[in-house]
């Protein structure tokens, strides 16, 4: 389970960056575009498991965790940033005996304000500590072709509130492109 829940935190991204002369990787002055897709879906992984125990005409969906981020280098360690993040998982079967659909989802939106900690000098990697918190919205929602039942969403918002930190590391092929790998705990898009 520990091996599940570290592959689960981790997400490859492409970076983009806005120096074109350095010494190391990343200095004052650079910003940063990061466009992410997370894997393993670990909503997706417990929602498969759950219904892999002889439910027929059941589907799982997942899209995400996805997203962006950005960031601005205010020295040549320090960078303050902006992550938005999207996920969602759903589970739509059919009753067997009215033949009625129904569908539940859980969709779930972040944004953060970020702050990284830059600690290499390399020219061509860049690895980084981050810590993030911000707003966390998640939603249970009920959809139906039941007459009888009239479709509704639930806000899971008791504590809207989302926290973030993780390790990671750019390796810029150019001066402006490069790829990102990162092993975070928290709320990213979850």
Same mark, same amino acid.
């Given at each position: 389970?520990?091996?599940?829940?570290?592959?689960?935190? $981790?997400?490859?991204?492409?970076?983009?960056? *806005?120096?074109?002369?350095?010494a190391q990787a990343v200095e004052q002055g650079t910003m940063i575009v990061d466009a992410f897709y997370g894997f393993p879906d670990l909503y997706g992984s417990v929602l498969e498991a759950a219904t892999a125990s002889g439910v027929t005409g059941t589907e799982i969906g997942s899209l995400g965790p996805l997203g962006g981020k950005f960031e601005?280098?205010?020295?040549?360690?320090?960078?303050?940033?902006?992550?938005?993040?999207?996920?969602?998982?759903?589970?739509?079967?059919?009753?067997?005996?009215?033949?009625?659909? =129904?569908?539940?989802?859980?969709?779930?939106?972040?944004?953060?304000?970020?702050?990284? $900690?830059?600690?290499?000098?390399?020219?061509?990697?860049?690895? =980084?500590?981050?810590?993030?918190?911000?707003?966390?919205?998640?939603?249970?929602?009920? @959809?139906? *072709?039941?007459?009888? =039942?009239? @479709?509704?969403?639930?806000? $899971?918002?008791?504590?809207?509130?989302?926290?973030?930190?993780?390790?990671?590391?750019? =390796?810029?092929? *150019?001066?402006?492109?490069?790829?990102?790998? @990162?092993?975070?705990?928290?709320?990213?898009?979850?």
């Open positions: 389970m520990k091996k599940i829940l570290l592959i689960a935190a $981790l997400v490859s991204a492409v970076s983009f960056s *806005t120096m074109s002369v350095k601005y280098l205010v020295s040549d360690k320090v960078g303050i940033g902006l992550i938005i993040g999207y996920a969602s998982n759903s589970v739509t079967w059919q009753d067997p005996i009215s033949s009625y659909d =129904y569908k539940v989802s859980l969709p779930r939106i972040r944004g953060m304000v970020a702050f990284n $900690l830059h600690f290499g000098s390399s020219d061509s990697f860049d690895p =980084y500590w981050m810590l993030g918190a911000g707003y966390a919205s998640s939603s249970f929602n009920i @959809e139906t *072709t039941d007459p009888s =039942y009239s @479709e509704a969403s639930i806000s $899971l918002n008791v504590l809207p509130v989302a926290l973030r930190t993780a390790l990671g590391g750019r =390796y810029f092929f *150019t001066d402006n492109l490069g790829a990102n790998l @990162e092993i975070g705990f928290g709320s990213g898009a979850l």
